[in-house]
């Protein structure tokens, strides 16, 4: 497989890659490279070179899941460069070929298929307060948590239509308008790389030593969600 090749079909990856010069002014702007080690900018140069090596080494590496998406480097470039685009197109290929699970903090994509992915299918939101449980979000402090223990009539309260019909915040959202987004999700292929996501992080997850994962994934769930 010529990855870079195989990236160029994305156009976002052809406006993220136009001709950079490696002067730096992208990792001077970004707040990740302040506290990780990430660099936008000897990506985008790893890029250029077109390693087929070097870019499989960064596709199963911790560092493409270190970008905020804040897309602060895309309004600094001077020469229009976007890397945080051509992030999104590395991460997309490293969920495609499976070298997501090389690390633990890839492995996240596990989560964020539960937690946002299946949200949007199940409710039409891709946060919902429901599934903002206190255990699993001790950042939220304890006046979520009272939120979330009186959650119906502090809503109510406040003026939004939780899980209910007709109008307003947080409403119910119909089944005609789930089968839409169902539909969405199918004919753009994220049903099927969701899948794909599941299965291979269950393969990882027996590697791991995680039994019965299919029907029971709260262990695994947990390592990836919380441990450093």
């Known amino acids: 497989m010529e990855l870079f090749k195989y990236l160029s079909q994305d156009v976002r990856f052809v406006e993220g890659l136009k001709s950079c010069m490696n002067c730096g002014i992208c990792t001077a702007i970004c707040p990740a490279a302040e ?23 960064l596709l199963k590496s911790e560092k493409i899941w270190l970008c905020g998406q804040c897309m602060s480097c895309k ?21 495609e070929f499976g070298y997501f699970t090389e690390t633990r903090i890839g492995l996240q994509q596990y989560a964020l298929y539960k937690v946002i992915g299946l949200n949007i299918l199940k409710y039409g939101y891709c946060i919902h ?6 255990e699993l979000h001790p950042e939220q402090g304890p006046v979520w948590e009272w939120i979330y223990n009186n959650m119906a009539d502090v809503y109510e309260r406040t003026g939004a239509n939780l ?7 947080l409403r119910k959202i119909s089944e005609e308008t789930l089968n839409e987004l169902k539909l969405i999700f199918d004919e753009t292929g994220a049903t099927e790389l969701y ?9 990882k997850a027996k590697e791991l030593g995680f039994k019965d994962v299919e029907n029971d994934d709260t262990e695994f769930f947990n390592y990836v969600y919380f441990e450093k």
Do not use: W
């Open 195 to 203: 899948e794909k996501i599941k299965n291979l992080s269950h393969t």
């Open 163 to 169: 899980d209910k019909d007709g109008e307003g915040g």
């Open 35 to 57: 506290f990780y080690d990430y660099d936008p900018r000897v990506i985008l140069n790893i890029m250029q070179t077109k390693d087929n090596d070097e870019i499989e080494h």
């Open 75 to 95: 309004t600094r470039c001077p020469r229009g460069n976007c890397p945080g685009q051509v992030i999104s197109v590395l991460r997309k290929a490293s969920q």
């Open 129 to 134: 307060p429901t599934s903002v449980v206190p």
